[in-house]
């Protein structure tokens, strides 16, 4: 392992020391997980909102969406 000084906010600190305190793993383990989870999400799925975006469109076929979901909108505020 590669050992790394990072300087924290007072309160980002107190929360990683109780969290690892609740956890029973050192504050050092808990940086870790995050900086692997970031990781992995980033390089999970690049693009996928692009993908989504690609993917789904043009699949709403039942006329407006927007007239639709302002009449959703409607019933839900009991406003226009």
């Known amino acids: 392992m590669v050992r790394t000084v990072v300087s ?3 309160e980002d600190k107190e929360w990683l020391d109780r969290k690892a305190q609740q ?3 050192p504050m050092t383990e808990l940086v870790r997980r995050a900086v692997r ?3 992995e999400e980033d390089t999970a799925s690049p693009g996928a909102f692009e ?3 690609r993917e789904t ?3 709403w ?7 639709y979901q302002r009449r959703l909108r409607e019933e839900w505020t009991g406003r226009p």
């Open 61 to 67: 076929r039942a006329g407006d969406g927007l007239s």
């Open 57 to 59: 469109s043009g699949i």
């Open 23 to 25: 956890e029973h793993v």
């Open 51 to 53: 993908t989504l975006l």
């Open 37 to 39: 989870r970031m990781r």
């Open 8 to 10: 924290l906010d007072p």
